[in-house]
């Protein structure tokens, strides 16, 4: 059941430099909205209720998709539908637009912006309806007690906070090696993919890099042509194919050299942890060989190791492991 | 109700009481006579003179008015601060203009519905799920049901009501007729919006590019095998 919104004011800045002003004039009460999806259901739940919203759509600069020579630079308003049948990504980077296409129902797709996919909030149930956990300022965890529902939260890398991150794109992003840059005070830094998926032991309240309260704004994704052309795959399972957040998904770059070995690879899963897991024993493992039933064998063997699953979520371990073997085996045909 | 200290509610030693119900409601209902009622049989509050649907919706309608202005009209800070001319905006809905007054907070789905009057847009779940509300803005799909007003602003809004043409249905909503789409017809409009919007941009769809598309619109009555033969056969004749 849904409720009515509260009332708040809209700002609908021009340019970059407006938006930068206004969030950090208003970075304490303030909401960046994007696409909306997400934002709106936090409103309607009345667990979030900032005074001001900050419409970032007439910001020409957030937009488009560029071939800038060694990377290409995509703006984080461009939307999950635009990014999946951009036809540079579709090239170069068919993981990332497969993991585009696969996200939510196609009218969300429609207007969910890849910044928005990659900045959301976690989709722990306990969290969302507002329980005074530890990601919102409170101390306990709800979703990790003896009779609590977690049949889709953590594997890894649990401290306190047992959410996972929801997004089908960062794997994606993940294992291209994208950076992200991101302004506040009208300077802007870049920050690795590694370091903009931010886990509870770093920050339990926030999910990435981008301070919302310091009036931080995801301007631009860039993602180097290293792993350009090279052997992609993407795979979501979840409950229901549309809407759904994945339950484990996984996305894979390899380098598979003339005579069939990988010379490389990079391998990611996410819903598994509270940033995309790279799964780096499996990437040491699988350099020089090449992918037959023997290397699927031992990829199924490590891909989960050292899961620590919870009450529900046992068949996230097995599930991880198969999804991985899938994007080995990819690379055999 | 009011609760001031009269003589007559006061009791012997001076307390207040409430006043009187039936002080406030007339004589007792028993007593009223109604024209149009038959002696003996029960009475009936509804004028004669309107019909039990009238009678309904003007309840129904008065209800929502008054269960929702208090969210429209209420007042915050931030409320405050807005300028008067933030809130006037122009709505392009089925080719008409339409000069609003809305609030920040309005969704297009309750503009569409309780300020236009394009009741075809339907509620389901109020949050992006479901697709009942499915609108096409400029040229893609949305959910009306999670789009502010605000943000449409300037955009092509084409709901259910602008699909028929001079009095003829669209080839989809035909084909959903031959196909019997519809059985509680409560997801249809999202379904036919769907539709549309998939042979606007792809006149020769294959049954895969038509379950992709309408996989945003749920069906509680498990009719999607009939929407898709629709969507098929629609497809033949646009």
Redesign the interface.
Known sequence: MTDMMHIFEMLQPTSLDEAVALLDKHGKDGWVIAGGKDSLDWFKDRVKKPEYLIDISGVKELYGIQDKGDHIAIGPMVTLTDLSQNKLVRDLFPVLADAAGRVASPQIRNVGTIGGNICQDTRCAYYRDGFPCYRAGGNTCYANTPTAMNREHTLFEAKRCVAVTPSDTAPALSVLDAQMVIARDGKLRTVGVDDFFVGPEIDIERMTAVERDKGDLLVQIKIPKTWAGSRQYFEKVADRQVWDFALVNVAMAAKVGADGSIEAMQIACGAVQCTPRRLKDVESLVVGEKANADLEKLVERVAARGAKPLNYNQFKAPLMSQLAKRAVRSLSA | MSWEVKDAETNGVGMMMPPDPADDFGPEPGTVEIAGNVPGEPESWRPPTMSRRAFLRGVICSGVVIA?SG?LF??????A??KQT?RLITLSVNGRKHRLDV???E?LAHTLRYRLGLTGTKIG?????C?AC?VIIGD????SC???T??AQGKEIRTIEGVAQNGRLHPVQQAFIDELGPQCGFCTPGQVM?AVNLLEKNPNPSVDDVR??L??NLCRCGAYEHYLNGVMSAAKRV
Do not use: V
């Open positions: 929702s969210y209420s007042s915050n800070k931030a409320h601060a807005a933030d609030t920040p907070n969704t779940c109020n949050r992006a799920e697709g499915t893609q799909t949305e959910y999670s789009t502010l605000m943000r769907s992709q598309a996989s945003g």
